[in-house]
């Protein structure tokens, strides 16, 4: 499974826009780059997948760029209950695979 | 909503007991999960499911088994609880898609976990 690389920290405030970027040099062409929300004492929550350039739902966005090396999840107007660890995964294409999810983005917003 | 559920938020037992942790998802997945997540480590797999009674090795899987008899309930078995197996445990689910390129991996979902101490 192709290894991510995401800060590992990242502070903002209230009704900022937060853009976490995660790299991934040897993504294989059947990956996709998908992110997990985990919130304290919960478990990791699916929020936004894609395969290239833009997707984008209720929640967050998705910036991935044509060679599929890195990608950029947006969140819009942070408010404080998006504090949370944010997970950047590769993915195949295959159902049954398991997830190995590294260190993650540790997001605290502030008022 | 898919529900994940899990036996126990908080479970404490002693070194040597034989422990059950029980997950039982309600969205007729195929594919279930054990995972335990350790500060700094991410989360770990220790076995999963893609059917009932068939089990695969995660990346983890000493000191653990599995059981699968029904397609919605997968047990995670520590058959003599030593205090490294202290941890968060996390079952997930998710169903089997139609794979291959062109179709998207399936989303997992989790349960709240299950926070282990072992004294």
């Known amino acids: 499974l192709a290894k991510t690389t995401q800060p590992i920290s990242m502070d903002s405030y209230e009704g900022q826009e937060v853009n976490i970027t995660c790299s991934h040099n040897?993504?294989?062409?059947?990956?996709?780059i998908t992110w997990y929300q985990q919130f304290p004492s919960q478990g990791p929550r699916f929020i936004i997948q894609?395969?290239?350039t833009k997707v984008t739902n209720e929640v967050a966005s998705l910036f991935i760029p044509a060679d599929r090396k890195s990608s950029t999840l947006s969140l819009p107007r942070v408010s404080l209950s998006d504090t949370a660890v944010y997970y950047c995964?590769?993915?195949?294409?295959?159902?049954?695979?398991?997830?190995?999810f590294g260190s993650g983005t540790r997001l605290q917003v502030q008022p | 909503d898919v529900k994940v559920t899990q036996s126990s938020r908080y479970l404490v037992k002693r070194t040597g007991e034989k422990v059950f942790l029980e997950c039982v998802q309600d969205?007729?997945?195929?594919?279930m999960f054990w995972y335990r997540q350790d500060p700094g480590l991410g989360l770990r797999l220790i076995y999963f499911?893609?059917?009932?009674?068939?089990?695969e090795k995660g990346d983890i899987p000493e000191g653990y088994s599995v059981s699968r008899e029904k397609k919605e309930r997968f047990s995670l078995i520590l058959e003599s609880a030593s205090t490294n197996q202290t941890s968060m445990y996390l079952c997930?689910?998710?169903?089997?898609?139609?794979?291959?390129?062109?179709?998207?991996?399936?989303?997992?979902?989790f349960g709240p976990g299950t926070r282990l101490t072992v004294l």
């Open positions: 997930a689910s998710s169903p089997t898609g139609a794979g291959g390129p062109g179709g998207s991996p399936d989303t997992q979902y």
């Open positions: 040897n993504i294989a062409t059947n990956d996709y």
């Open positions: 894609g395969y290239k």
């Open positions: 995964l590769v993915v195949p294409d295959t159902g049954r695979r398991a997830l190995t």
């Open positions: 969205m007729d997945h195929e594919n």
């Open positions: 499911s893609y059917d009932v009674k068939m089990k």
